[in-house]
């Protein structure tokens, strides 16, 4: 349980962690005031008149929900300090005798990132492949994975957005270092299997020392016909994606938003497609979609198809020439996954 103010929750905060303050942002801005001015004991007591009555009551019934709700739980605040024994001490006359983390979110922050450093000297095994050979659920099959696309909400090309945003990038750095801890914990003597990811993951970046590992580390490549990679990529970016939006936004509206999304990642790579590929693309796939409104999807394979042939593949064999010699294994998806399965 997160006891701090909103604002600092969303600049960064730890995974399964509800956000209950003790204080909202501009309750937080006047006593940050009245203290700087005035001294502790003056902002102490206008926190009090601030958090009283009702007000108070509200904060501690939700407290008591989650205390009530994680027997095993936590709570803290920034530094462990004053507003998490208070939250504490409210909680204690409540009736519940809750935990609370000493040091706080500053502490377990410091920890977490000598966690990302000290893994970061692990040994990885990394998965690459053409786009769409379906490397992500590859990730999600192998015992010892840490799917980064996952962490960061986002699959790592132009096309990759999804909804809900992407975390902030000390939010993505808190669970990345967690996974791969839990992953060293759970299997110590094995490598940890990730994707080939460029220095971003959208607006993510891989934290460096980490990137350094990764660019160094042995490489296992899937390998998969041209057709059954369009297969995937218009399962899991047309057909997912509409599903996603449609969802989000009822069945017109996710329509034309999943329409104009597709529009704008087509548009982001127009520099490097060159006008007239551009233009032949953006045609084919607006007849998709005009095709796909009346019911029937499947002509989005043909712009899928020449996006993949004439530019991810060419862009994709370039740079496995520059890594040729990090590469231990090459196959089929099932023999990749027996290979990651067997190399631990």
Request: proline share 4%; aromatic share 8%; hydrophobic share 40%.
């Amino acid at each position: 349980m997160d006891t701090r103010s909103p604002g600092e929750f969303a600049e960064g905060a730890f995974p399964h962690t509800v956000n209950l303050p003790l204080m909202r942002d501009d309750e937080r801005t006047r006593i940050g005031i009245c203290y700087k001015q005035e001294g502790q004991q003056a902002a102490i007591t206008l926190g009090h008149q601030l958090v009283q009555g009702a007000v108070k009551e509200s904060r501690i019934a939700a407290w008591l929900d989650f205390a009530k709700t994680h027997p095993d739980g936590y709570l803290y605040c920034f530094r462990g300090g004053l507003r998490s024994r208070i939250s504490q001490q409210w909680l204690q006359q409540a009736g519940i005798d809750y935990p609370r983390i000493i040091g706080g979110y500053k502490a377990m922050r410091r920890f977490l990132i000598h966690q990302l450093e000290t893994s970061a000297q692990h040994r990885f095994i990394i998965v690459s492949g053409q786009t769409g050979c379906a490397k992500t659920r590859l990730l999600q099959e192998v015992a010892n994975a840490v799917d980064l696309e996952g962490l960061a909400n986002h699959r790592g090309s132009a096309f990759g957005k999804r909804l809900g945003g992407q975390p902030t990038q000390i939010g993505f750095e808190n669970a990345l270092s967690i996974a791969l801890l839990k992953r060293r914990h759970a299997a110590p003597q094995s490598a940890i299997v990730l994707e080939d990811e460029s220095r971003l993951i959208g607006r993510i970046a891989v934290p460096e020392v980490l990137r350094e590992s990764m660019v160094q580390a042995p490489l296992a490549v899937v390998e998969m016909p041209l057709p059954e990679r369009v297969e995937h990529t218009f399962h899991n970016y047309i057909l997912r994606n509409l599903s996603d939006w449609q969802a989000h936004a009822g069945e017109l509206a996710g329509f034309a938003g999943f329409a104009e999304e597709l529009r704008q990642n087509l548009a982001s790579l127009q520099r490097r497609l060159g006008g007239h590929r551009h233009s032949q693309l953006l045609s084919e796939m607006n007849a998709a979609l005009a095709a796909h409104v009346r019911g029937n999807p499947e002509a989005h394979r043909a712009w899928i198809e020449l996006l993949l042939r004439d530019y991810y593949d060419p862009m994709y064999a370039y740079q496995l020439g520059l890594k040729a010699g990090r590469v231990v294994f090459r196959g089929s998806y099932a023999e990749v996954a027996a290979y990651l399965g067997e190399a631990h």
